[in-house]
Nanobody, 117 residues
């Protein structure tokens, strides 16, 4: 199995920056793409961005140009650099890892990001 542990959440004013990190442990060779999702109160969980082992990334339109996702395969980490934060970015952010050959995703426990205006 794989365990994902996030760090780096917190509170920041609008326009500020935060960096989230996620470290995977366990049977890490079973990990394919990694990424970040978020869930705001009363809303469905949504994809923020993801990155494949080879480095290909994709990001939600709402964060394009403001958030950058990166990955270190040797350290089994994925990071999310968030800049120009807006109040609407407030949510619980979850680290996600996919199995390359199907099956349920792995999830972290979530970390709160709060952006005040």
């Amino acid at each position: 199995q794989v365990q994902l542990v996030e760090s780096g959440g917190g509170s920041v004013q609008a326009g500020g920056s935060l960096r989230l990190s996620c470290t995977a442990s366990g049977i890490t060779f079973s990990i394919g793409a990694m990424g970040w999702y978020r869930q705001a109160p009363g809303k469905q969980r949504e994809l923020v961005g993801s990155i494949k082992r080879g480095g290909n990334t994709n990001a939600a339109d709402s964060v394009e140009g403001r958030f950058t996702i990166s990955r270190d395969n040797a350290k089994n980490t994925v990071s999310l650099q968030m800049s120009s934060l807006k109040p609407e970015d407030t949510a619980v952010y979850y680290c996600n890892a996919k199995r390359p050959y199907g099956g349920p995703d792995y999830w972290g426990q979530g970390t709160q990001v709060t952006v005040s205006s």
